[in-house]
């Protein structure tokens, strides 16, 4: 044999490959129809999918070398997969195998302590921070875990920390807010507003319509601050083969504030308002003028209003002395604005025409809220106060 002839019958014999001395594997239709729908699954995991393509492919006959190179797989993990398949059957071979769980190494000394921790402040421990973060925390763990008796907490992470916390549903780096009850009158005066929601609903299920009851129940509030801002440039509006909505301009300008007091009919769900810059006493005392020139002289008008101080003030309570046996108040308690209805009405208000407001002038603004309030009353919506039942533990 000459040497060319022995060079060119080494380099094929190096290109087919060893062939392996595994035994063969040998199918039945039903394990190759399972081997052949895992393989071109996309929904199965991916690593039973890869079990799948090897099996098959060492079935057909191909060298380790050539399923090597095909699916981009290690010789061991080939060999590992085919060494099961010969051995226990190709199902069993696709799943991983059994292994029993891991003792767990965090004791529930340890845990409760880093429970503890989490239920204190950053600040108390001498960080700058005023929220644990899950980084902060855990570092702060691995350090003083050894001292306080918990060493299996010296490799604890992230991950490690949140388990912990989120097993008890514990947020430290949250914050819900709540309002603190100041009010010693508090149960009593809510109980009062809504023993008067429950009169009115009475009252207007007895009503015959354009029916005024001999106690009429209005709800009073302001909502102060709505802001009168004016665009730089023009407002863009959608167009058929452009914007698809109304763009706007980074850019504004604002032109101050202006208040609006609002009188709620809580029987027929007219609005009465007026608008102002200021919120003062003389605006308060020009709706309540309104309010009485709309009523017939022989009700009484029933007010659910807050504590603010030009309800209360001196100039108020000359007028109010003027027209004797006319008004009575009923105030919310402090921090108990949500008992009022008319809150309601000032939610629905920012919701649809005061939201992403923009005007020319603060006139406008006024003359636009006015005209949302006349919209309103057109077609009137009777609030009604429907839970009774309040669990004040969730506030």
């Known amino acids: 044999m000459n040497k060319i002839s022995y060079i060119c019958i080494k380099t094929i014999g190096a290109n087919m490959g060893r062939k392996s001395q595994r035994a063969k594997l040998n199918l039945t239709d039903k394990e190759l129809e399972l081997l052949t729908k895992v393989s071109n699954s996309k929904t199965i995991a991916y690593r039973e999918v890869?079990?799948?393509?090897?099996?098959?492919?060492?079935?057909?006959?191909?060298?380790?070398?050539?399923?090597?190179?095909?699916?981009?797989?290690?010789?061991?993990?080939?060999?590992?997969?085919?060494?099961?398949?010969?051995?226990?059957?190709i199902e069993a071979a696709l799943k991983d195998k059994y292994h029993s769980p891991k003792v767990p190494t965090i004791t529930e000394e340890a845990k409760a302590w880093v429970v503890s921790l989490a239920c204190t402040k950053p600040k108390e421990h001498?960080?700058?921070?005023?929220?644990?973060?899950?980084?902060?925390?855990?570092?702060?763990?691995?350090?003083?875990?050894?001292?306080?008796?918990?060493?299996c907490l010296l490799k604890a992470v992230k991950a490690t920390i949140f388990r912990i916390l989120n097993e008890r549903q514990i947020k430290p780096h949250r914050i819900r807010y709540y309002l603190e009850?100041?009010?010693?009158?508090?149960?009593?005066?809510?109980?009062?507003?809504?023993?008067?929601?429950?009169?009115?609903?009475?009252?207007?299920?007895?009503?015959?319509?354009g029916e005024y009851p001999s106690i009429i129940t209005i709800s009073i509030d302001e909502k102060p601050g709505i802001q009168a801002i004016k665009n730089i440039a023009p407002d863009l509006n959608p167009t058929i083969n452009g914007n698809k909505e109304i763009r706007r301009d980074y850019e504004y300008k604002r032109l101050g504030t202006l208040s609006l007091l609002a009188g709620l009919d809580l029987h027929s769900g007219i609005i009465i308002a007026q608008v102002h810059e200021r919120h003062r006493s003389r605006e308060f005392i020009s709706l309540l003028k309104e309010i009485d020139e709309k009523y017939p002289k022989e009700c009484r008008i029933r007010i659910i209003l807050d504590n603010h101080s030009a309800h209360i003030s001196k100039e108020t309570m000359n007028y109010l002395s003027s027209v004797p046996n006319?008004?009575?108040?009923?105030?919310?308690?402090?921090?108990?604005?949500?008992?009022?209805?008319?809150?309601?009405?000032?939610?629905?208000?920012?919701?649809?025409?005061?939201?992403?407001?923009?005007?020319?002038?603060?006139?406008?603004?006024?003359?636009?809220?006015?005209?949302?309030?006349?919209?309103?009353?057109?077609?009137?919506?009777?609030?009604?106060?429907?839970?009774?039942?309040?669990d004040l533990s969730s506030f």
């Open 326 to 390: 006319r008004f009575m108040y009923i105030h919310t308690p402090k921090h108990g604005s949500w008992l009022n209805l008319v809150e309601t009405l000032f939610g629905k208000m920012a919701r649809t025409f005061l939201k992403a407001i923009r005007v020319e002038t603060k006139k406008e603004l006024k003359d636009r809220i006015m005209k949302g309030i006349e919209e309103i009353n057109e077609a009137p919506v009777i609030y009604k106060w429907k839970n009774f039942d309040i």
């Open 126 to 151: 001498g960080y700058a921070a005023e929220l644990w973060s899950y980084s902060q925390l855990s570092k702060h763990v691995r350090k003083e875990a050894e001292v306080n008796g918990h060493p």
């Open 181 to 209: 009850r100041r009010d010693k009158e508090f149960d009593q005066k809510m109980a009062e507003i809504l023993c008067v929601y429950k009169e009115v609903n009475l009252q207007n299920e007895s009503l015959n319509s």
């Open 50 to 89: 890869s079990r799948a393509k090897v099996l098959k492919s060492y079935s057909e006959g191909n060298s380790i070398s050539k399923i090597c190179k095909d699916l981009k797989i290690s010789r061991e993990s080939i060999y590992e997969y085919i060494d099961r398949g010969l051995s226990i059957g």
